[in-house]
């Protein structure tokens, strides 16, 4: 029997394998593993975790670690594909349903998806917050989303008030409803050099295609347009389907060409 000190996960910055697993890692931040006085280092990340043991046989601790490292996702595969989406709107503007029409169109591509909103005040017009979750594996983190990838703003007039980019991941997409070019947002937000920035007049075109300054559909297909997480023509399919249960041929009509002018003209600067 080989006494095993302890087993310790934690979200502080790792130090890389260089003896177990040289190209698998679990999805973790920091893991060390102590066995008789001897450590070595995973890559890892989570909250703290000790577990400890009085002692454990060679033969289990040696399955154990195998299914450890062996039964986990390579480095850059399924986890690195999870897509975060922050929706940023006042009430009425549908950023509700066009989370969920994202995640009901991936849901339909056999990805694992959540669409959660956050809401303020119950009234037409208060600011709200709605998040998007897609992967190709199961997503174990059920919480609102602090670091996205995306960012989508439906009203404008949420930047002096809000911190739409806060917490943005440096690579990430910002997507605004407005009818300022590409550059001139990108001075207004002062987002680095690193962040894509997305501009589509959604208000406009919803007013000439549905009559109404709902800008929901247009601002799904400029994400279609500048992320490529969601095929447009999947994000058309679906909608048909969500939007035939409670509305007419003219209204689904009218939508599906808002998807459309808004994927043909989106800008990016």
């Known amino acids: 029997m080989i006494p095993l000190l302890a087993f310790i996960i934690d979200t502080r910055e790792s130090r890389l394998a260089t003896r177990i697993g040289p190209s698998r890692r679990p999805p973790f931040t920091e893991a060390a593993l102590c066995i008789?006085?001897?450590?070595?280092?995973l890559c890892c990340s989570a909250n703290v975790l000790r577990l400890s043991y009085a002692s454990i046989s060679l033969r289990y601790f040696r399955k154990m670690l195998n299914q450890l490292l062996y039964s986990l996702p390579e480095r850059g595969d399924a986890m690195s594909e999870?897509?975060?989406?922050?929706?940023?709107?006042?009430?009425?503007?549908?950023?509700?349903?066009?989370?969920k029409l994202v995640a009901d169109t991936a849901l339909l591509q056999g990805r694992y998806v959540q669409a959660m909103p956050e809401y303020g005040p119950e009234r037409t017009g208060a600011p709200l917050k709605a998040f998007t979750r897609v992967c190709d594996d199961p997503i174990e983190v059920h919480n609102n989303i602090v670091h996205p990838k995306i960012v989508i703003v439906l009203d404008e007039t949420l930047l002096p008030?809000?911190?739409?980019?806060?917490?943005l991941l440096d690579g990430g997409i910002v997507i605004l409803n407005t009818r300022m070019s590409a550059k001139e947002a990108r001075e207004v937000l002062k987002v680095n050099d690193s962040i894509k920035v997305?501009?589509?007049?959604?208000?406009?075109?919803?007013m000439d295609t549905i009559g109404r300054d709902i800008p929901n559909t247009p601002i799904v297909g400029a994400l279609?347009?500048?992320?490529?997480?969601?095929?447009?023509?999947?994000?058309?399919?679906r909608l048909i389907v969500t939007f035939g249960k409670k509305f007419g041929q003219k209204i689904i009509?009218?939508?599906?060409?808002?998807?459309?002018?808004?994927?043909?003209?989106?800008?990016?600067?």
């Open 36 to 41: 008789a006085g001897m450590e070595e280092s």
């Open 161 to 167: 008030i809000i911190n739409v980019t806060e917490g």
């Open 224 to 237: 279609s347009a500048v992320s490529g997480a969601i095929p447009v023509d999947k994000i058309k399919e």
């Open 82 to 99: 999870l897509v975060e989406i922050r929706w940023h709107a006042r009430a009425g503007q549908g950023a509700v349903t066009a989370a």
């Open 198 to 206: 997305a501009v589509v007049d959604a208000s406009g075109i919803a």
């Open 253 to 269: 009509d009218a939508n599906l060409e808002s998807v459309t002018r808004a994927y043909e003209e989106v800008e990016v600067g």
